[in-house]
């Protein structure tokens, strides 16, 4: 394919890997903001998004009503677990950040041998409700000036297409409830100080728990949207926790505009890359890139002093 | 006297795992060895992560560049064992004085991503050098070449001493380093860093000295592992293999030198013994993991010494 | 939640009662004086067999057809009176698809459970972490993995592979049929594993052998999740694309290689991994009629079904479209599965072939089977008859090449044994037992 095309396909493709990937994000930023753990089964939620997309879709008999549904119902399951879980064992070790951590293994295995037992080892795949493929043009300067041409292999899917729509509004929600409502405020309120929020009669624990709750949901959200473009397995969490941590730190702690710059940052330059390398080295490059920012710029692109 | 008892108790464990050499079952004679390299292994983290309350999720890449940086001169360059040990830890010495400097120009969260995305690249790295690694699949380290000083390791009780001594060396190495002004300021470190430095310690440097440490010991136990057990694979570079030996630390006890010992070995036992009941373990092992946190905070070694014995190092 | 059948857990719980019951044994035995011990030992107790599976991990779906495949083979065995007239039980230990408990757990068959043979292993680094501690404990060890690892002599003379042909084999094979029949112009992609390079470096040679000529080579890193952006890396003369792809992200491959192609694709020659135990049926998928995958044995009833793969479908409940009988969604490992079988088969013929009676027998059945060489096709060798090399411990088959035509493959050719041959690169013989 020649250059320019490629390039254009490849961002593209940046694109749609960004989008999941903030939405993911933002889930994993608002529990790491406002709670200051690190939540490691966080991954675990995207991968029962995805699950319960299929398990729903699948009971309805597919189709455009069997999507919709999961898209509704996944998100609502997922955070009830979460806050569950919150509630049973987070709240019990007082946040504690190691605590956390092993607490979060602990639940990790659980969510991942639960779905292993229940599910089973497959990828399967959700047909996504609408899939039109999509050729795309590309202007060249012939000898009479420019004109359009339809490359080889230069094409997306109206589905790709509108998981970057949704991922945008549910983003553009999430953006609103936390600075326009008085929920955000409190949530806000929360992430600066805790003690003073409790002071003001702020109820730091249910907070905490609708906190966790959202977080959940936003990456279960995530995997329904994916799940028609990458199918549903039961590991399929561990590499997007990985992706989805490194975003928001790169992001800057707790910015959610940050999450999404780095997620595009992430996403185009893993795209873009690979234009230019071989497959690997191009991961292996885009990764080394996106780790010296971090060493060069330590608070994140859009943070303030980490800690 | 408080010296005294501490060094018996840890002359202790090391007399009992020796004792354990002539009377242990075949199976648990070759698990205990396995536990004693990754509990090294676990113990080159504590340095940096218990001590020094750096966390790092990427210590495989330093286990990684111990075991290639062994396999590898071994399988292209036929060096014998003793030397490629020395490389071995040797590579581990000069990949963590690399990372180090580049990582620890970040602190808390950002300094853990650092170190992740590192050992992420190291891992494909591995993966994109196939023609030498074999990639995922490894190498074999034939039985005849894993002969160090006229001993060979693949006999069970020669490979069950070598891991002992590697251990106990280790051990005693970090017992003798906390102890020293050198680990008293990585403590201080831990617990303030701004109050260490106003004090005139020049912190980066004893942070960048910590995370050598770390990462040689680390790769000291990768080199062991792959001379041990014949084999060097990329899977140990992989992700899980960082979060474990936080996980181990965590569950023994974080700075304390006996923790990362017995949370191996009791991690590898639930495991083992689970899976052997039944075919859901991972699950049994998710939620006893949520019990410890719940019940014994400080991990195995931390509770020791919140209940009954107040000074354990 | 997800809707799952009777026996999708990787083990069942007869296998946990059959665990109980041999610790006890185990117990009771361990507290006999030896000559007692013995003595029992040259009675009619169970020949064990220690089953390294992937029952979690990258390899598990994978695995359940294995322990599937390995358990309507067993129950055969047992019910025609089992071997040398002793009961073979099954011990099976999940190895999560990782070399390090993968040699672990061979340390627990020889150590603990004293199984007599090691067998089962999949995935290549399993079997490369796991191979160097069976040697070392003598435990012969059957893996049915189709690597190269085995004949290339990287491993030792304890490790077998007499059930499946190895990748490098496979792959010369095919070389001549994708230059006649396909094209000369060929771009791989593949993983960026040693199994990817594998298929690399033979093919490769093969079809520059053929007079083909391979014009881009693909290698895609493991945890790759969306492959869009590289298919713009496939140079436009190609006029074959070789794929091989493995783990959870292979239905997506084909997906968005069907997307990015569009109407107008080169020809496409695939291995079966890339869409192993997944329905040809799902969604996205039907741009693949017409092109042409390596089976290692044909998942859809063929017109000209053997009688002994009607009894190997029937005795592991497989319908004719290579699904379970009693849930047709649950697509099988088809076109590997059948090296368990064929393996526990020529463990039967080399314990009896060397009057196995125990653990110190182990060396005499090695050496039993390095004897082999032909396995006509039977009912032990559903697959096609086989011709064993007893010096590399590589076992050679014929293949498969079928075309996608409505939704099933239909097979197009059967390559010879012969055409999988290559020199020797390994004399295990000469080794010391």
Partial sequence: MEFGPHLMLAVLEGAVTAAVLALMASGLSLVFGVMRVVNVAHGQFFMLGAVLAWAVSSALGGGAVGFVAALLLAPVIAGALAVAADLTVLKRVGYDPERTIVATIGLLYILQQAALMTYGPEARPVAPPFNDRLALPWIEFGPEGPGLIWPWGLSITSYKLFVMGAAAAVLAGLWALMTRTGIGLVMRATQLDRETAQAFGIPVERVYAGVFGLGAALAALAGVLIVPIQQAHYLMGGDALLLSFIVVIIGGLGSLGGTVIAALLIGLSDGIVSVFFSPTLAKILATLLVALVLVFRPEGLMGKAAR | MRGGRLIGLHLGLVAVLFALNFVLPAYSHGTVARVMVLATYAMGYNILFGYTGLLSLGHAMFFAAGMYGLAMPMTHLGL??????????????????????????????????????????????????????????????????????????????????????????????????????????????????????????DTFRHKLGAVVLSGTVSGAAGAAYGLFFGYAGASFAETHYSIFPLLWVLLGGAGTVIGPFLGTLFMFYLIDLTSGLTPAYMLVAGVALVLLTLFAPQGLAGEIRRRWWRGLP | MPVTKTDAGPRSPARRSAIKTLAAAAAGTASLPLWARYAGAQSAAPIRIGFQMHATGIGAAYGRWYDRTTRAALRLINEAGGINGRPVELVTEDDGTDPKRGAEVVEKFASLHRCDVGYGTLFSHVVMGSAPRAGELKLPYFVVSEGHHVASGALNRWTLQPGITDVKSQVLAMAPFVRENLGRKVTMIFPDYAFGHDHRDFFSQAIE????????????????????????????????????????????????????????????????????????????????????????????????????????????????????AADPSDVSAYAHMFGCWETLYVIKAGMEACGYRGPDDRAALVEAVEAMTEMPLSNDHPQGAKLFNGRTHQVFGPQYISKVENGRLVVQAETPIEAGFYPDEVDYTTQSL
């Fill in chain 3, 209 to 324: 052998a053929q007079g083909g000529e391979v014009v881009a080579k693909l290698a895609i890193p493991p945890t790759e999740t969306s492959f869009t952006k590289y298919f713009a890396k496939i140079p436009r003369e190609t006029e074959v694309i070789y794929h091989v792809m493995v783990g959870p992200s292979v239905l997506t491959f084909v997906k968005e290689m069907g997307e990015f192609f569009g109407p107008s694709r080169p020809e496409i020659f695939g291995f079966i991994d890339s869409l192993e135990s997944v329905d040809l049926q799902s969604p996205g998928l039907d741009f693949l009629e017409g092109t042409y995958f390596w089976e290692g044995m044909p998942r859809y009833v063929q017109p000209d079904q053997t009688e002994f793969d009607r009894h190997y479908r029937a005795a592991i409940g497989i319908d004719e479209n290579g699904a379970l």
């Fill in chain 2, 80 to 201: 014998g064992a003793g030397p490629a040990l020395l490389t071995g830890i040797g590579s581990a010495a000069v990949l963590s004085l690399g990372v180090g400097l580049l990582a620890l120009r970040t602190r808390g969260v950002a300094f853990m991503i650092v170190t992740l995305m590192f050992s992420q690249a190291a891992w494909l790295t591995i993966l994109l050098a196939g023609r030498w690694t074999r990639g995922d699949e490894g190498v074999v380290i034939p039985q005849a070449d894993r002969m160090l000083l006229g001993l060979d390791l693949s006999d069970p009780s020669t490979r069950y001493l070598a891991a002992l001594a590697l251990f106990s060396a280790v051990l005693f190495g970090t017992l003798w380093l906390v102890r020293q002004p050198i680990g008293r300021v990585l403590v201080a470190i831990r617990e303030n860093e701004d109050r260490a430095e106003l004090l005139g310690y």
